[in-house]
Structure formats: C-alpha cells, structure tokens
T-cell receptor, first 115, second 116 residues
Framework: GAVVSQHPSRVICKSGTSVKIECRSL??????MFWYRQFPKKSLMLMATSNEGSKATYEQGVEKDKFLINHASLTLSTLTVTSAHPEDSSFYIC???????????FGDGTRLSIL | AQTVTQSQPEMSVQEAETVTLSCTYD???????LFWYKQPPSRQMILVIRQEAYKQQNATENRFSVNFQKAAKSFSLKISDSQLGDAAMYFCAYRRIAGRNTPLVFGKGTRLSVIA
C-alpha cells in the first residue's frame, strides 16, 4: 500500500538552530500534503496544507516565517522550523493522500527537542 | 468550521470483552468522510476504519465496527474481543469532501487501556 516516509524521526538541537523535516510519498504522487503538530497527550493540530508548486496554506495562529513549508515536487514536502526555541519542541507529523475517500497516510513523525 | 468531540478521555476494557468509544461531530455539510485512527505508544497513526456519510450501512473491519448515526452526528467505534494490542490512543476524524484534498479534523482522543 501507499507509504509516507518522514525524516528524521528524532532531532535534538540547540536553541536558535533551524531544523528541516522531510516528508516523502514513496509510491504515489501527492499534490497535497499536510503538516500536523501534536503536543504530549494531545490531539493532532493541523499546521498547514502543503501544495505542490504553490504556497502553503497556514492555519490561523501558525507563523509562516517560523514554519517554512516547501513542496517542490509531487513526492516531497519539507517543513523547516527556523530559529527554533524550546517552545517549538513537539511531535511533528505529516500526511498525504490521494483525493477523496482514500485514507491519509501518515509519516512516522518527528520528535523535535530544542534545548 | 467542523468540530469533532470525543467525550471519553480514557476508557478501559477487560481482554476479550467489548468496548465502545464515542464520537460526535458538528458540520453543516451533507456529505463527508469519517475515520477512526489508532495511535499506539510508537505514535504511528494507523487507520482503523472509515465511513462515507452517504452510506447508511455501518462499516466493519474484523473486530472493529462503527455505529454511524448521521442525524445525530454520531460515529462510535466498537471493538469486540479486545486484545492487549488494542491499547492505544484512538482518534475520531472528519474529512470534508472538496475538489482538492482536504485535511482531517481530529477529536481530542480517547486513551484505551486493555486489562489482562
């Protein structure tokens, strides 16, 4: 079945560092990918919708300049957390799907820890 | 905007017994998709079951089934013959039908414990 690969799975870095997370659809073309953030013991909150070849659509309250999204090809979307601070520490997870009733396939997530 | 409510933060069930997880949602749309996802401690999101709103027949996947009540906007998940591996967070999710891909709207989740 369709698979979404997300890397890295775990990042620990110093405050002020920029971190890039990759999300790849391995066996299908994903014109749209989604980025979610999950705090401990909480639900997944949509951050942004990544559209291939165009600008991402951000949810209210998500800083565009802090969370840069690039969707340069039909199989790759990247999320860059710029100048990360401890409050950016969280679990980030991407998903992709074909249209409609097809289920969203999730990456395995990235645990980001900013010291 | 659509919202999804899971009123049970935690549930527990004895192994081999049956448990039902509740989910209600709010929408003004007549057609949409509903999903249940499971998130074990590994935090991987695993699709459990899905339902198309225009279908009256309740979806079933092995030990998992739903009770979809469209008028009541209710979408509960029943797990039969519970197993230790069923212990996880369960998220109910709503997805709009639109011309382009649409994101999932998740409930807050229900943590299910299975007691041996």
């Amino acid at each position: 079945g369709a698979v979404v690969s997300q890397h890295p799975s775990r990042v620990i870095c110093k405050s002020g560092t920029s971190v890039k997370i990759e999300c790849r659809s391995l066996d299908f073309q994903a014109t749209t990918m989604f980025w979610y953030r999950q705090f401990p013991k909480k639900s997944l909150m949509l951050m942004a919708t990544s559209n291939e070849g165009s600008k991402a659509t951000y949810e209210q309250g998500v800083e565009k300049d802090k969370f840069l999204i690039n969707h340069a090809s039909l199989t790759l979307s990247t999320l860059t957390v710029t100048s990360a601070h401890p409050e950016d520490s969280s679990f980030y997870i991407c998903s992709a799907s074909l249209a409609g009733f097809q289920p969203q396939h999730f990456g395995d997530g990235t645990r980001l820890s900013i010291l | 905007a659509q919202t999804v409510t899971q009123s049970q933060p935690e549930m527990s069930v004895q192994e081999a017994e049956t448990v039902t997880l509740s989910c209600t949602y709010d929408t003004s749309e007549s057609d949409y998709y509903l999903f249940w996802y499971k998130q074990p401690p590994s935090r991987q999101m695993i699709l459990v079951i899905r339902q198309e709103a225009y279908k009256q027949q309740n979806a079933t996947e092995n030990r998992f089934s739903v009770n979809f009540q469209k008028a009541a906007k209710s979408f509960s998940l029943k797990i039969s013959d519970s197993q230790l591996g069923d212990a996880a967070m369960y998220f109910c999710a709503y997805r709009r039908i639109a011309g382009r891909n649409t994101p999932l709207v998740f409930g807050k989740g229900t943590r299910l414990s299975v007691i041996a």
